[in-house]
């Protein structure tokens, strides 16, 4: 039997956007059965985060190493840290038929489309600018002018929709959740992925 590669599914989008909310409700759905692949980062664990839980919290010497000897499938530089994808993993995963998500920044899922074409590309977006700005505030401490700079930033990450596959709005958590689940379904039944299931039958056609 065939093992079909598993999906790679790679959610993304502008910071403030509430990638981490969905991606959490994307696990606890009980109908979904994904692998997170668990980042590499050189921030320091927030209250409650666990290494080799939530990310695989390491030095910037471990972490520039790992980019030397070519272990990372992406890597960006967000807010003066690194955070990246360790490569092998996700490899090893897909080869076993096993679907994998990742939930990373922009730059990051630019460079796995290049290097994983084959990728689902979903770009989480938020209704309109003034929500997004809601919620970056809504956060907490920044000041005005920490807000206006995300709010740059945000602006030109969401000029990247066009480079993806899909767009989800992220109005209500739930919503975007089911559309996840809605393309990831679709997805699974391209016939490129599936045909082989039918050969015996295509075959009895002749
Ligand atoms: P936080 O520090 O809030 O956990 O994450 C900051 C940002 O880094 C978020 O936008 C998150 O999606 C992104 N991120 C987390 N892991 C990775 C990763 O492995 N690669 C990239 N490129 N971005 C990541």
Not at 25 to 32: C, I, L
Not at 34 to 54: A, C, K, N, W
Request: hydrophobic share 35%; glycine share 8%; no cysteine.
């Amino acid at each position: 039997m065939m093992t079909e590669r598993g999906l790679l599914i790679v959610l993304s989008g502008p910071s403030g956007v509430g990638k981490g909310t969905v991606r959490e409700a994307v696990f606890k759905d009980p109908e979904t059965s994904f692998d997170y692949s668990i980042s590499m980062t050189t921030r320091l664990p927030r209250e409650g985060e666990q290494d080799g839980v939530d990310y695989y919290f390491r030095s910037r010497e471990v972490f520039e190493q790992a980019i030397k000897d070519g272990k990372m499938l992406e890597y960006a530089e967000y807010v003066g840290n690194y955070y990246g994808t360790p490569l092998e993993y996700v490899e090893e995963k897909l080869a076993a038929g096993v679907d994998i998500f990742l939930e990373i920044e922009v730059q990051g899922a630019m460079q796995v489309r290049k290097a994983m074409p084959e990728g689902i590309f979903i770009f989480l977006t938020p209704p309109d600018l003034s929500e997004l700005k809601n919620r970056i505030i809504g956060r907490g401490t920044e000041s005005m002018e920490v807000v206006e700079e995300r709010m740059e930033t945000a602006k030109k990450e969401i000029e990247m929709m066009a480079s993806y596959d899909y767009a989800v709005v992220n109005d209500v958590v739930a919503n975007a959740v089911q559309k996840i689940k809605g393309i990831v379904e679709t997805e699974h039944l391209k016939t490129e992925r599936v045909i082989h299931r039918y050969k015996k039958m295509l075959e009895g056609l002749q």
